[in-house]
């Protein structure tokens, strides 16, 4: 089974930045690809980005597409998702979550969740 356990979250100021990690508890995190997913207040989830296990990233949020970094340190065992010049709109609880397969959009297409940890962009 693995775990995820997300960091990073907080309140930032519209036009800042965050770095938000995911990090698991298996040391055979290079055999999943990582996704990072948010859910907004009222809103269903959506895709963010996704980092395969060759390091090939995709990203599926058109609101989010050109602000976002994802990253992956396999001797960390740790994903990382940049965010910059975010956005009031940004507002959600952000996830990240593990499939063996490829990566997906789709959060349904993903076996293993964290909690998430929660962005809010406000002045």
């Known amino acids: 089974q693995l775990q995820l356990v997300e960091s990073g979250g907080g309140l930032v100021q519209p036009g800042g930045s965050l770095r938000l990690a995911c990090a698991a508890s298996?040391?055979?995190?290079?055999?999943?690809?990582i996704g990072w997913f948010r859910q907004a207040p009222g809103k269903e989830r959506e895709g963010v980005s996704c980092?395969?296990?060759?390091?090939?990233?995709?990203d599926y949020a058109d609101s989010i597409e050109g602000r976002v970094t994802i990253s992956r340190d396999n001797a960390k065992n740790t994903v990382f998702l940049q965010i910059n010049t975010l956005k009031p709109e940004d507002t959600a609880v952000y996830y990240c979550?593990?499939?063996?397969?490829?990566?997906?959009?789709?959060?349904?297409?993903?076996?293993?969740w964290g909690k998430g940890t929660l962005v809010t962009v406000s002045s």
């Open positions: 980092i395969g296990r060759g390091g090939e990233s995709t």
């Open positions: 298996s040391s055979t995190l290079s055999i999943y690809a």
């Open positions: 979550a593990a499939t063996p397969y490829f990566c997906s959009g789709d959060g349904g297409a993903m076996y293993y």
